[in-house]
């Protein structure tokens, strides 16, 4: 199994306890988290689901046909895994006010169940959902308690905060096609692949500024012109202020963040750009993509504190239970406590 992400740098070295992910979908369980509340009456049926084997888009194209619309009337706020117990809502177009009948749809699905239903007068859009409730089993655990230490660590400062190798599709492909696309000046009407494409060449360059800043110990540490995340609001950090600043990333109270390329330059200044202009030079090719379609510089913070953290141990099987905020992947989180033994899947 090849690792996309293997170049990256560890904040506590590599591993050294091997483990299983997702060796049975309920050892990786998500529950999505709108953050907010249903008008009870409009267009739109909301739908909430249980899922395992299969993901989004099929269990959407599959109730587009129940209730006789097109898949483009089906939205949700985020995709889940196939190889998961996941919980989401999911929004139909039904301006109408009927409720489908669901009974043929839930027979042919054994493993799809409809937990709620409700009405709002607004479609669900992708990033409409403030996170996601993970209660993750890693089962065969070679070294529990180095696990253990780590998360031990973990729940103290965090982690980095990657893009997960499914942003970069099976064995990196959608980065693959991002490079071909910028490298032969693609255009496109797909929309879909248009985004996927985008979001890896901008994940992979900010994936590669994080592992940069870890490798020469400035993953806790500003550095002049560096951009903190202070109340939601970006500040540069200056020269003189540097002590105050890395006082306060000791005590949480601001975040370093990292470059999501866009068209524009860099806002960072003086070290900071130093550190983060390399990583867009190195890849032309992306780049091309990313100017060619507008997409304008953002930032991101680079690291990744889980929410409630806690964990219990059976055996070998270590079972952690969290949230994260929406954009946040799990799978940083169990790169830095196991490293994964392959599963031979046993079911579809």
Known sequence: MSDILSSLAYLNGKPTAKGKLKAKPEH???NEDLGFEFTGSGEHLMVRIR???ENTSFVANELAKV????????SWAGLKDRHAVTEQWLSIHLPKGDTPDFSSFLAQYPNIEILATDRHNKKLRP???VGNQFV????????VADVLQRLEAVSKVGVPNYFGSQRFGNQGNNLSEARRWGRENVRTRNQNKRSLYLSAARSWIFNRIVSERIEKGLFT?????DLILQDNALQTVELDSLDQVNSQLMQGDVQLTAALAGDNELPTKNQALTLEQ???????DLMALIRGNRMRHDRREIGLMPQDLSWEVE???VTLTFSLDAGCFATAIIRELIEEIEVERQYQ
């Open 28 to 30: 990786f369980q998500v």
């Open 51 to 53: 899922k395992s084997g």
């Open 67 to 74: 209730c006789g619309v097109k898949s483009k009337d089906v």
């Open 127 to 129: 990033g409409d959902l």
């Open 136 to 143: 993750i089993t890693l089962s065969e655990v070679t070294d």
């Open 221 to 225: 540490q500003a550095v002049d012109g």
């Open 278 to 284: 390399p990583h867009l030079d190195a890849e032309p």
């Open 315 to 317: 055996g070998d099987n």
